[in-house]
């Protein structure tokens, strides 16, 4: 099992990426393979609106974002964390979220009915960790929201969100424990719900050849 964590902070030693590594921690706990890369070390250019991507699924701009897309496609679950910028994500995040359009597909006569690449592939599991400075959680905004809508409109069940406050200088999450823990818990937890998918996914194969060699005799 493969879980890759995406970190939007320029800060590589910053509280962002100290809780996805955390959750990425909790889940090697549970046995996964882990991936961290941070989107600061990309250069990712913002989604064109072309329709490139309308047939092949595969966004047209030759940049770092090409790296990128073979890592989401082989994990089974994903870990994306910002800071909070005026209310919402980092540009980074943003940016990184839109180019993810590729995987959208959408009805030629009727754009209210869409699916997704994750979806016919039988769907993918996140997590999500929003960090703010403020104290007060409406100051945060939309930054949990907007990796957790974009999350499940691209085919993933978000299992888990650890919105976490009142943290702005670098390291500081180190201090807090009860932060640590629920970035901790919520990689272990989307492992586990993962593991579980996988795990029905073999009781109900089975099931299936028991029914139909009932419906034979």
């Not at 990184?96 to 597909?105: A, G």
């Not at 993918?124 to 960790?129: D, E, H, T």
């Not at 945060?140 to 929201?145: I, K, N, P, R």
């Not at 409109?153 to 640590?180: C, H, M, P, T």
């Amino acid at each position: 099992m493969k879980i890759l964590g995406i970190s939007g902070s320029k800060r590589k030693k910053g509280n962002t990426s100290i809780l996805v590594q955390e959750a990425l921690q909790g889940a090697q706990k549970e046995g996964a393979k882990t991936e961290l890369i941070f989107l600061g070390d990309y250069a990712i250019k913002g989604c064109l609106g072309c329709e490139g991507c309308k047939d092949t699924y595969r966004c047209v701009i030759d940049d770092d974002m090409q790296k990128i897309y073979p890592l989401l496609l082989e994990s089974d679950g994903i870990i994306l964390g910002s800071p909070t910028y005026f209310y919402n994500i980092s540009a980074d995040m943003k940016a990184f979220i839109d180019r993810c359009y590729c995987f959208e597909v959408f009805a030629e006569e009727d754009r209210s009915c869409w699916s997704s690449i994750n979806e016919a592939r039988g769907g993918k599991y996140a997590a999500v960790i929003a960090v703010c400075e403020q104290q007060d959680e409406k100051d945060m905004g939309f930054a949990s929201e907007a990796m957790c809508l974009s999350l499940q409109a691209l085919g993933y069940r978000v299992i888990d969100q650890v919105k976490v406050f009142n943290l702005f200088k670098a390291g500081e999450a180190l201090n807090d424990n009860d932060v640590l823990r629920r970035s901790g818990k919520a990689g272990e937890k989307l492992v586990k719900t993962i593991q579980l998918r996988k795990d029905l996914e073999v009781k109900i194969k089975d099931m299936d050849i028991k029914i139909s060699s009932f419906s034979e005799s």
